[in-house]
């Protein structure tokens, strides 16, 4: 029933409901994979999850056998130092949260960052990894 990933390990994800940090690190880390070599069945991928709760789920998977493996680990590390990835990434995804919501209150704009899933706004940024 789906595709198998027991010969993978999980790089990266994020879900409809993650913060901007979250979507920013996926978009800056499948860029960066992208950069070395294109998604592959032996490499890296992109999959898609539906899920009840929380809308659906993206990961970014590399395969156990890959040489992609210890660049996926130093990946990880230095999210352990410092928890974004890409800090020029991360302010394009804030730049485009910010002027969606130009237009509302103070107010209303605080709740909607704190509860707005950034993977909708920043969507565009999104899209090539898809």
């Known amino acids: 029933m789906g595709e198998d990933f ?12 993650s913060n901007v940090v979250c979507v ?16 592959s069945e032996q490499g ?4 898609r999850f539906g899920h009840w709760a929380c809308g659906y ?3 970014i998977f590399v395969h156990k056998d890959s ?6 680990e130093e990946i990880a590390l ?7 990835f890409d800090e020029g990434v991360l302010a394009e ?18 709740k909607m960052l704190i509860e707005a899933p950034a993977s909708l706004i920043c969507e565009p940024l999104l899209k090539p990894y898809l």
């Open 93 to 110: 995804c804030e730049a485009m949260i910010e002027e969606s919501l130009s237009d509302v209150d103070i107010e209303t704009r605080m």
């Open 44 to 47: 890296w991928k992109i999959a």
């Open 24 to 39: 920013a690190n996926f978009i800056a880390i499948a860029s960066h994979l992208m950069d070395i070599e294109p998604e």
């Open 6 to 17: 027991s010969d993978y390990y999980v790089v990266t994800s994020f879900t409809r409901d």
């Open 78 to 84: 230095s999210l352990r130092e410092n928890p974004i």
């Open 67 to 72: 040489h992609l493996v210890k660049e996926c």
């Open 57 to 59: 789920l993206y990961c």
